[in-house]
C-alpha cells in the first residue's frame, strides 16, 4: 500500500517531507542541475547555504501576498534584512524600489490580481507534483508568477535550447508555467494562460509583462518527460545519483581516485 502523502499548506509546503513526498519545478531543476546534491538533500545529508539572492526573492513575493504574510516575513527574516544599527541591507532597500515600482504600475497591479499563493497538486510523468501559484485569477482564466532579474534584455547561452536565450528561458521559466498549466489544467479541468510580471533589479528599475506563445510548451513538457523516468528511480533509491562534480556540494563530498588530462578542466 502507497505511503499516505503530506497533506500541504503553507507552513508545510516547503518542508522535506513534502520535498520527499511531491516533485515540484524547483525539485525537477535540482535534478538536472546534481543528482547527488539534490539526493542528499532530500536524505537531510546536506544543506545549502543560505542565499540572500532567493530570500529578497521571497521577500519580494511576501510583498504581494498580504499585509499579514509580509509582516511575518519581516519578523522571521528580521535578522536578514535589517542591520543592527538600524536600516535595511542594501539588497532589501533595492528590492523595495522594485516593489514600489510594480505597485506603482496599474497594468501589472491588473495582471497580479487574483487568488494568492494557492496550492496544487497533480500527477505528471509517473509522480505527484506540487506547485504553489503567485497568483491565479479563475475568472480571466490566468496564473502570474512574480520574477526578478538583473536586466530584461541580457541573454544566456543555453546548452538546452543550444542558443542564446533570454532570462525567462535560461531559468525554465517556460518550463514551470509548462508544468503549471497542467497541474491547473487537472485541477479546474480547463488551460489558463500564463504571464509573468517581471521587474529588474536595475535602479531605476525595469518592468514587464510577459506572455507565451503555447507552442512553446510542447518542447518543455516533452523534455521534462524524457528525464522523469530516471529522477524517479534516484528519488527513490533504485538508481545511483549522477555527482556533477561541480556545485558545493560535490566539491565537498569528492574523493580523489585518478588523475586526468588537462583538456578535462574546462569541461
Given at each position: ?60 513575493h511576501a510583498a504581494f501576498e498580504d499585509d499579514e504574510a509580509f509582516s511575518e516575513f519581516l519578523e522571521n527574516e528580521h535578522d536578514s534584512i535589517f542591520k543592527a544599527r538600524g536600516g535595511k541591507y542594501a539588497e532589501f532597500v533595492q528590492a523595495d524600489m522594485m516593489i ?142 549522477i555527482r556533477c562534480e561541480k556545485c558545493a556540494y560535490c566539491r565537498q563530498t569528492k574523493v580523489l581516485n585518478n588523475t586526468f588530462e588537462i583538456e578535462y578542466l574546462l569541461d
Amino acid at each position: 500500500m502507497e505511503k499516505q502523502k503530506l497533506q500541504l499548506n503553507s507552513q508545510n509546503y516547503h518542508s522535506n517531507q513534502a520535498n520527499k513526498d511531491y516533485f515540484s519545478v524547483s525539485q525537477f531543476k535540482s535534478f538536472m542541475d546534481c543528482q547527488a546534491r539534490t539526493l542528499a538533500e532530500l536524505k537531510g545529508e546536506y544543506t545549502r547555504p543560505p542565499s540572500t539572492a532567493l530570500t529578497v526573492g521571497s521577500y519580494t513575493h511576501a510583498a504581494f501576498e498580504d499585509d499579514e504574510a509580509f509582516s511575518e516575513f519581516l519578523e522571521n527574516e528580521h535578522d536578514s534584512i535589517f542591520k543592527a544599527r538600524g536600516g535595511k541591507y542594501a539588497e532589501f532597500v533595492q528590492a523595495d524600489m522594485m516593489i514600489e515600482t510594480i505597485m506603482n504600475d496599474p497594468f501589472a497591479m491588473f495582471a497580479l490580481e487574483g487568488d494568492k499563493e494557492r496550492i496544487f497538486t497533480a500527477e505528471l510523468f509517473g509522480a505527484t507534483w506540487k506547485i504553489k501559484v503567485d497568483s491565479i485569477n479563475y475568472e480571466r482564466k490566468t496564473f502570474i508568477d512574480l520574477k526578478t532579474t538583473q536586466s530584461l534584455s541580457s541573454r544566456y547561452w543555453s546548452d538546452k535550447y543550444q542558443k542564446y536565450v533570454s532570462f525567462v528561458q535560461a531559468y525554465d521559466y517556460v518550463l514551470q508555467m509548462a508544468i503549471y498549466r497542467e497541474v491547473i489544467k487537472q485541477n479546474t479541468g480547463e488551460y489558463f494562460n500564463p504571464y509573468i510580471v517581471a521587474v529588474t533589479k536595475e535602479s531605476p528599475p525595469d518592468k514587464a509583462v510577459l506572455h507565451f506563445d503555447n507552442s512553446r510548451f510542447d518542447f518543455e513538457l516533452e523534455y521534462v518527460q524524457t528525464m522523469m523516468n530516471n529522477f524517479i528511480q534516484v528519488k527513490s533509491g533504485e538508481e545511483k545519483p549522477i555527482r556533477c562534480e561541480k556545485c558545493a556540494y560535490c566539491r565537498q563530498t569528492k574523493v580523489l581516485n585518478n588523475t586526468f588530462e588537462i583538456e578535462y578542466l574546462l569541461d
